[in-house]
């Protein structure tokens, strides 16, 4: 089992990544001194296989606990369902004192953070990210919210939880495609961060495909170190917390224009992290052969590297940028790699250099 810390003063928190974390839940609640009252929220795949062990965990340790399942997928992840939970809660009794586990993916955590952070106006919460893609990012970090009909995450707040429980063998169940998602994101940590990690996954990649558990372990805590650090300089995202968008601009803008179909997010940021190497090999130096390995890893972990878009199609994935919420002042401002493993944020692409990546194959 490892710990990461995440620093931010008395808001401060861990995260434990390992087997059998779920196991530990309720002992782990009892530890932080948590009211006694509280409810499991879930969504139905999640709930079907981890919601008893979660329920008995807490049992065992003195709590009582409540389920509340969502139905799975980003559609629930909306204020319907915020108002569906907290008329759980309240016919459950949740007061002050009371806590609210997230478990489940980067839909059921967001989702249940935002419950969280207004029930009552603020009840505690305990994340159990049960994808690769919620342990490495979003159960870290604290920002939760839903999806409105004009956009993603368009409501939401940075509440951050009381402890991250990272259970490995929750992974076992998760759909391959899901994985190989959230392999985009932990990528993402090598090339904006950490070059010795990139060149792990590298070497690793099968031994992560098969899903090892000491590969595993030691990967999710390298992305969850990079994160917590991040997020422990700029919490609410004023300056360098921006790296983590590292692809996501274009990424986003291709989700948009598909409407949240055609691509999984991990798959969305894979083409956006590929073009967005390809510009830094024009503007912000780095070296043809490191786009090549950036390129080159996303293809080898079975993920989409390019999109050949129409004009109508470039079109409206301009526009969709345009209205991602990290444009200020109507301009698009990118992430771009000065080398793997170092990123700047805050730069302008000339459109003529971003409709060349948007046309050509992904190999420069
Ligand atoms: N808060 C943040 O900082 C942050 C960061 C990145 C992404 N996000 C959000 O995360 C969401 C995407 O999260 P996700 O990719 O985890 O999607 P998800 O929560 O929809 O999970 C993907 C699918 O896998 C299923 N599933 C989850 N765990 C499983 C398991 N162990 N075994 C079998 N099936 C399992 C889910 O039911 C779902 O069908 C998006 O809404 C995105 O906006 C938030
Ligand atoms: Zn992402």
Redesign the pocket.
């Known amino acids: 089992m490892r710990t990461v810390k995440v620093p931010l003063g008395n808001r401060g928190y861990d995260i434990q990544i390992g087997p059998s974390q779920l196991s530990e839940l309720g002992r782990e609640c009892a530890r932080l001194k948590l009211g006694e009252r509280c409810a499991i929220i879930t969504?139905t795949?999640?709930g079907r296989?981890y919601a008893k062990p979660a329920y008995e965990s807490l049992l065992k340790a003195g709590f009582n606990p409540s389920l509340v399942t969502v139905p799975?997928?980003?559609t629930a992840?909306n204020l319907k369902s915020v108002g569906f939970c907290y008329n759980q809660l309240a016919s459950h009794r949740l007061e002050r004192k009371s806590f609210i586990v997230a478990l489940?993916?980067?839909?059921?955590?967001?989702l249940a953070g935002f419950v969280a952070a207004s029930y009552l106006r603020g009840v505690a919460f305990v994340q159990v990210p049960?994808?690769l893609?919620?342990q490495v990012?979003?159960s870290v970090?604290g920002?939760?919210g839903v999806n409105l009909k004009a956009g993603?995450?368009l409501v939401g707040a940075f509440y951050q939880p009381k402890i991250v429980l990272c259970d490995l063998d929750?992974?076992r169940?998760?759909?391959e495609r899901?994985f190989r998602?959230g392999l985009a994101e932990v990528i993402k940590y090598g090339i904006i961060y950490d070059a010795d990690l990139f060149a792990r996954l590298e070497r690793d990649l099968p031994k992560l495909l098969r899903r090892e558990t000491k590969t595993l372990t030691e990967v999710i805590a390298r992305c969850c170190e990079i994160k917590a650090e991040v997020v422990g300089q700029d919490e609410t995202e004023s300056g360098l917390r921006a790296i983590l968008n590292f692809g996501h601009t274009i990424g986003h803008g291709l989700e948009a224009i598909s409407s949240y179909g055609k691509y999984?997010?991990g798959e969305a940021i894979s083409i956006g992290q590929v073009a967005a190497a390809q510009l830094s090999a024009k503007l912000s130096g780095l070296s043809q052969p490191d786009a090549r390995r950036i390129a080159e890893l996303f293809k080898r972990a079975g993920l989409p590297t390019d999109v050949r878009l129409h004009s109508n199609q470039r079109a409206k994935l301009f526009a969709a940028m345009k209205l991602d919420k990290k444009v200020s002042d109507g301009e698009i401002r990118f992430v771009l790699a000065k080398h793997i493993g170092e990123v700047t944020w805050g730069q302008r692409v000339p459109p003529a250099e971003l409709e060349k990546v948007l046309t050509s194959d992904g190999h420069g």
């Open positions: 969504d795949n999640v296989r799975a997928g980003e992840k489940g993916g980067g839909v059921v955590g967001d049960t994808t893609l919620a990012d979003s970090g920002k939760v993603k995450n929750t992974l169940t998760l759909p899901e998602a999984l997010h």
